[in-house]
């Protein structure tokens, strides 16, 4: 669950995905609106639950219990949103509960979503293809139903690209502390996360997009340079992790790719 803002601190979906995952933030202002509120709301709820068992990997005794109580949360506000109970006083948990009465996502989704946590709080992880499926692919497939489109058949290899690459962009600072999610973070084991997010990518991209749902599928420009720097120089990767983009390349290269619709 979100912090108490600071007094005059923006609050709501946007504002959080603007303060603590401005990647995502920044891919999805190019949604036009209503779809661009509603993906916000879809996109702060995704990150309330990465929060939630952020810190509880790395606790021996109490934390997993602590993030599982926490994903609990979540689990009852779905539980009473489809059952039509009034939204929650909470500024994601609100939100979604009008997202959830408004356009109805599909449930099995929005629960993927949390048993992909799930999966992140008994580490490590056992069945990464899965991982990947429950917390990109249902991502993806949330939001083009959002955006009133079929899932395309992008969502499942391009949800396995941004898994292999958020993998791989842990893996050197997750391997120096307890609950990493890669049981072998050596440099042949990230060459061959690479090769599998590259090949997938590529079989995402062969996928016709619709263009309402272009925009979620942007964060594609950030995990191609994952996956292909770590493919490059796996050594590097495993001993320092990869390079960041800094803002402007990365703000000048989502808007080329959103004014060309490539993501």
Not at 89 to 98: F, I, R, T
Not at 142 to 163: H, R, V
Not at 198 to 216: K, Q, S, T, V
Request: hydrophobic fraction near 55%; charge should be neutral.
């Amino acid at each position: 669950m979100a912090d108490a803002p600071a007094a005059g601190e923006e609050t709501g979906p946007a504002a959080l995905l603007r303060r603590y995952d401005p990647d995502l933030f920044a891919c999805l202002i190019f949604a036009r609106e209503p779809l661009r509120s509603r993906l916000m709301v879809l996109g702060a709820y995704d990150l309330e639950l990465s929060r939630a068992v952020h810190g509880a990997r790395r606790a021996a005794d109490t934390g997993p219990l602590i993030g599982a109580m926490r994903l609990q949360f979540w689990r009852d506000t779905l539980e009473g949103a489809f059952a039509g109970q009034p939204p929650r006083a909470h500024e994601v948990a609100g939100p979604l509960g009008e997202l959830i009465a408004a356009a109805a996502p599909a449930p099995a989704d929005l629960e993927a979503l949390i048993a992909a946590r799930d999966m992140e709080l008994a580490p490590p992880l056992a069945d990464i293809p899965a991982w990947a499926e429950a917390r990109y692919a249902a991502f993806l497939r949330l939001g083009c139903a959002l955006a009133g489109a079929a899932p395309p058949a992008a969502c499942g290899p391009a949800g396995q690209a941004l898994g292999r690459a958020f993998l791989l962009r842990t893996a050197a600072a997750m391997a120096r502390e307890p609950g990493a999610l890669l049981a072998d973070a050596s440099p042949a084991a990230l060459a061959g996360h690479a090769r599998e997010g590259l090949g997938a990518l590529a079989e995402a991209r062969r996928a016709r997009l619709p263009a309402a749902a272009r925009p979620l599928f942007l964060t594609l420009w950030q995990a191609e340079r994952s996956l292909a720097a770590a493919a490059a120089d796996p050594e590097a990767a495993a001993a320092r992790g990869l390079p960041a983009a800094g803002p402007a390349r990365r703000a000048l290269a989502l808007s080329w790719r959103a004014l060309a619709g490539r993501p």
